[in-house]
């Protein structure tokens, strides 16, 4: 059974423990306000509690259930974080800070410990799925990501299919939301687009804009790209987008990953068009960053390889001229495996190379 933490007890529980151990309930708040306000990680540099009461609480209600094993920093400042949780398992979360220094960073958060989709051109479902991260544990990454630096906006873009594990997150986020101050409109959750999924949790409106890969137009190629969608037509999914619109009033990012030689060609992008037509989004081509051929799997990420900047910018052309709204996207920290598809589970915490 894993240990209790005060990031895992609900906040009237947290108070609780602390009045048990000798404090008062605004202590419990004094707590979440070092954390959320401050970035502050650790009972010890809590000064404003007695040193008795840091104590017990170090001893007998840890702040996390996770811990940082190692971190790399690129040329860019993008940071990324190898997280160990408390069953030895471990994610990864990047900070990337705004290139404006009155802006706070942006977060990429995981899910889950592995992915089920097993996109053949992506890293992190290399070794398939593990389990679901439970919502403190979904927490603790911005709380990790708050002690770099104020975190203004998030995208759920890590390792993970989010939607299979939607519960835990939305409990995360109502959090984040409420006590990190980030707004629904400045956090992304990216998902493969399960339709279900999508239409049960729209009329909830939960606290986050939808991004949804699609990565092609043509549904044989998608049940390549897709594994786990093979079998659900594009159609459909992108219908469910069209009903999260109608229920939210939040337009849906669909993702485009350009493959060089793959899904990149002119026709591509006029069927993708076609596709789109008439519906209220935004499409981010995102174009492939390179996936190490040694990670654990079957299929090598080395059959595809990034387009070149003309390319990619000729797609978006076409797509513009067809009359959406699209946006390449050349990802940060693709020097540190820290770029959008490069993020993996990793065993052993010592190096996480």
């Avoid at 990047?94 to 290139?99: G, K, L, N």
């Avoid at 889950?112 to 890293?123: I, L, M, R, S």
């Avoid at 137009?217 to 790209?225: F, N």
């Avoid at 594009?234 to 619109?245: D, K, L, N, R, S």
Wanted: glycine letters at 10%; hydrophobic letters at 40%; proline letters at 6%.
């Amino acid at each position: 059974m894993e240990r209790e933490t005060f990031f895992s007890l609900a906040p009237e529980a947290a108070r609780e423990r602390v009045i048990e151990f000798g404090g008062r309930p605004f202590h419990a708040d004094v707590v979440r306000r070092e954390v959320f306000e401050r970035g502050v990680l650790a009972y010890a540099d809590m000064t404003s509690l007695s040193q008795n009461l840091r104590d017990r609480l170090e001893r007998e209600l840890p702040l996390l259930s996770s811990r940082e094993t190692h971190r790399t920093t690129a040329p860019d400042r993008t940071t990324k974080l190898l997280l160990e949780l408390a069953d030895g398992a471990t994610v990864e979360t990047v900070h990337m800070p705004s290139t404006r220094a009155d802006k706070g960073a942006t977060l990429c958060v995981s899910t889950q410990v592995g992915c089920p989709v097993g996109c053949p051109f992506c890293a992190s479902g290399r070794a398939g799925l593990e389990r679901n991260l439970a919502a403190h544990e979904i927490l603790e990454q911005f709380l990790y990501g708050r002690s770099i630096g104020p975190v203004s906006r998030a995208v759920v873009m890590g390792i993970g299919e989010p939607l299979l594990n939607a519960s835990n997150l939305i409990g995360a986020l109502a959090v984040v939301h409420d006590e990190l101050g980030i707004g629904a409109r400045k956090i992304t959750v990216s998902t493969v687009g399960f339709p279900e999924r999508v239409r049960r949790l729209a009329p909830t409106k939960p606290p986050f804009q939808l991004a949804i890969s699609l990565h092609t137009p043509d549904d044989a190629q998608r049940d390549e790209l897709v594994p786990a969608m093979a079998g659900t037509p594009i159609a459909a999914v992108i219908e469910a987008g069209a009903e999260w619109f109608r229920a939210t009033g939040r337009e849906v990012t669909y993702e485009y990953c350009l493959l060089g030689g793959a899904n990149d060609s002119r026709g591509h992008a006029e069927r993708l068009v076609e596709r789109l037509r008439g519906q209220r989004c935004t499409v981010n081509l995102i174009p492939y960053n390179p996936v190490a051929a040694s990670l654990p799997g079957q299929v090598s990420g080395v059959r595809y390889r990034r387009p070149s900047g003309e390319t990619a910018e000729n797609f978006r052309s076409v797509l513009e001229e067809g009359g959406l709204v699209a946006t390449v996207r050349w990802s940060r920290g693709l020097s540190t495996d820290a770029a959008c598809g490069q993020l993996r589970i990793r065993h052993g915490s010592a190096s996480g190379d």
